[in-house]
């Protein structure tokens, strides 16, 4: 039974952090493409950023500098660093898995396992 489990959202001002994390089980974490993606009303879902097998970052434009994907494979969590929040990082973040990682960040369809979302919200 495959599980992916997010925590860490909250409410925040602009120009501060949150770090979100995401509890993987069922499944060969190691070895999965995971990634988390946002949606925030109205708008359609966008990945952040991406982190394969081997530990290679992927990040959105509107994040570079400012987000850090992480895994730790011994935990089975994946985690996202999120600093200098702006009110435009306002949106559900969640984390997916999918088989393998391909270049650029993969559309939300290319993602098998998906988490429940977790808030962020950035005034």
């Known amino acids: 039974h495959v599980q992916l489990v997010e925590s860490g959202g909250g409410s925040v001002q602009a120009g501060g952090s949150l770090r979100l994390s995401c509890a993987a089980s069922g499944y060969s974490f190691s070895n999965y493409c995971t990634a988390w993606f946002r949606q925030a009303p109205g708008k359609e879902r966008e990945g952040v950023a991406s982190i394969d097998s081997y530990g290679n970052t992927i990040y959105a434009d509107s994040v570079k500098g400012r987000f850090t994907i992480s895994k730790d494979n011994a935990k089975n969590t994946l985690s996202l660093q999120m600093t200098s929040l702006k009110p435009e990082d306002t949106a559900m973040y969640y984390c997916?898995?999918?088989?393998?990682?391909?270049?650029?960040?993969?559309?939300?369809?290319?993602?098998?396992?998906w988490g429940q979302g977790t808030q962020v919200t950035v005034s």
């Open positions: 997916a898995a999918a088989l393998s990682c391909s270049e650029g960040l993969m559309p939300a369809w290319r993602y098998k396992y």
